[in-house]
């Protein structure tokens, strides 16, 4: 079966870098909320499988799980985002920062993770600079933004006044 081939080559650790793979698949073009998610299983299942882990790499396992529930419910609920997840989903949970800390020895975790976020970092500003491409999400656009996009109308307050666009009629309402 070509099952144990990848077994033979992946060892035990085949469904930690499954999930890592499905994490860098998923990220193409910017770090997902559901990337995260699978990143930071991926990690859990790496630290179940020691003899010993280090405390601090045990919560930084743990902090990345809060985080991948809370980005999968924001994907879930199409809901941006906060700074306080964005930061450390680029930095610390991205596929190349986990998958660094994933091949380390456990004591050196936190040397492997800063070559990941600083080297993500780098990857991100190359991306941008020369391809302008965008590695990072920072959720989703604003509801009407959205819905103006797809219908051409959105309705927005003004001051005091509401008003209404309409891009195909080229009308502004007010009401």
């Not at 997902?32 to 179940?48: C, G, H, Q, W």
Request: aromatic share 12%.
């Amino acid at each position: 079966m070509l099952i144990d081939a990848l077994v033979q080559v992946f060892g035990a650790d085949l469904p930690v870098f499954a999930l890592l793979f499905l994490g860098i698949v998923v990220e193409k073009h910017y770090v997902s909320r559901v990337t995260v998610f699978t990143n930071v299983i991926a990690l859990n299942m790496s630290l179940l499988s020691l003899d010993y882990a280090p405390r601090f790499l045990i919560l930084y396992g743990d902090i990345g799980l809060i985080l991948g529930v809370y980005g999968v419910t924001a994907y879930l609920l199409n809901a941006k985002t906060w700074r306080a997840y964005n930061i450390p989903a680029f930095f610390a949970y991205a596929s190349l920062p986990v998958a660094a800390v994933v091949l380390a020895a456990p004591e050196n975790w936190f040397t492997s993770l800063l070559l990941g976020g600083v080297a993500n970092a780098a990857i991100a500003m190359i991306l941008k600079s020369e391809l302008n491409l965008s590695i990072m999400h920072w959720g989703p656009r604003a509801g009407p933004v959205s819905r103006f996009i797809k219908t051409n109308k959105m309705e927005y307050f003004d001051g005091r006044v509401n008003r209404e666009v309409d891009l195909s009629l080229g009308n502004f309402k007010r009401r």
